[in-house]
């Protein structure tokens, strides 16, 4: 059978976690600036399918073909390193240390946002014909989507502040369990349809994707959209790498290793009833 069973995908995870602490600085980068620009590749595919049709849930449905060839091709994403990294560290696992951890969360937030950012200036130049002519339908919703989702915010305050950090915790508990889902099976196809669900279920609800937004806000930037880098990194970037992080530890990582990995004793059961005494006759 290709599917795995949770006590064995939670060692998987653990295993997956101390890997990554000790991965080259090379081979890091490399792989978290691929997973950041298929990502945005994907993100920038969906928003195209949604100008085109004028259905958001398409473009929706089509996103997760990002996150599956980034996952199946071994690639690293923030999100899921927040995940799965900690693990390792949590469980003791010789030679794992928070500077390890630190290291590796730094590095792939370097690589992801330098594919992500890739991504946005190839995009800028596709949809203005390389800044000869006003941004195309699909350049001005990038645009707007960075304005509506930083001075948006910042126009509510506190309550702004509370509802972008809800909404990154809530996008990585999805974006984890769909890594987590991952690991469920040993067939692609079985990891595909795993993890499709709830990378749809992110984006649809538009929660707050930390390098979905390293390319959609960068390209609004560059296609005029009315907002600053500060309004982008205040109001949305650093919270949002927060709330991820959060979000992902705290309910797919760490209830998985509690549960799966660190099962407790069962309770006891009540002795079974000793048979009746058959009477003599």
Known sequence: MSYVTPADFARKMIDAGEAKVFMSTKDTLIRAYMAGAILALAAAFAVTVTVNTGNPLIGALLFPVGFCMLYLLGFDLLTGVFTLVPLALIDKRRGVTVQ????????VFTGNFAGAFTVAIFMAIIVTFGWSEAPNAVGEKIGHIGEGRTIGYAAHGAAGM??????????????STGVVAAMMSTSVSGKIMAMWMPILIFFYMGFEHSIVNMFLFPAGLLLGGNFTIADYMIWNEIPTVIG?????LTFVGA???ATHHKTSPELDRDPAPAPAAIPAE
């Not at 390890?100 to 590095?107: F, H, K």
């Not at 991820?244 to 992902?248: F, H, K, Y």
């Open 100 to 107: 390890g951890m630190l290291r590796n969360w730094g590095l």
């Open 162 to 175: 509370l509802t972008l950090f809800v909404r990154a915790v809530m996008c990585n508990w999805m974006v």
């Open 244 to 248: 991820n992080l959060v979000g992902g």
């Open 255 to 257: 209830m998985i290793y």
